[in-house]
């Protein structure tokens, strides 16, 4: 059974910088890509970073330059850096594989960007 709990959420100011962790159990690493989604209040779910096996990454326009995903193989572990937050970064960060697979969403953590 496979199991994806992200961690690293908080409040912090505009401009602040934030590291969140999804640590993976059961063979969820046999997923070849990885995912952060973000989902703001009132809006839907949607993919702001990937990476594949070999890591390589993309982002969505909106976190570019800002966002850095990596991925430790040997922890399970899947990770999103976070600089130059923005309040339009505020929302709650999950991770699955991609494309996303529903039985793998986790409760996420919240992220919100505020003075």
């Known amino acids: 059974q496979v199991q994806l709990v992200e961690s690293g959420g908080g409040l912090v100011q505009p401009g602040g910088s934030l590291r969140l962790s999804c640590a993976a159990s059961?063979?969820?690493?046999?997923?070849?890509?990885m995912g952060w989604y973000r989902q703001a209040p009132g809006k839907q779910r949607y993919v702001v970073a990937r990476i594949t096996g070999g890591g390589s990454t993309m982002y969505a326009d909106s976190v570019k330059g800002r966002f850095t995903i990596s991925r430790d193989n040997a922890k399970s572990t899947v990770y999103l850096q976070m600089n130059s937050l923005k309040p339009e970064d505020t929302g709650v960060y999950y991770c699955?594989?991609?494309?996303?697979?529903?039985?793998?969403w986790g409760q996420g953590t919240q992220v919100t960007v505020s003075s």
């Open positions: 699955n594989g991609y494309p996303s697979l529903s039985a793998y």
């Open positions: 059961g063979r969820i690493f046999s997923i070849s890509t």
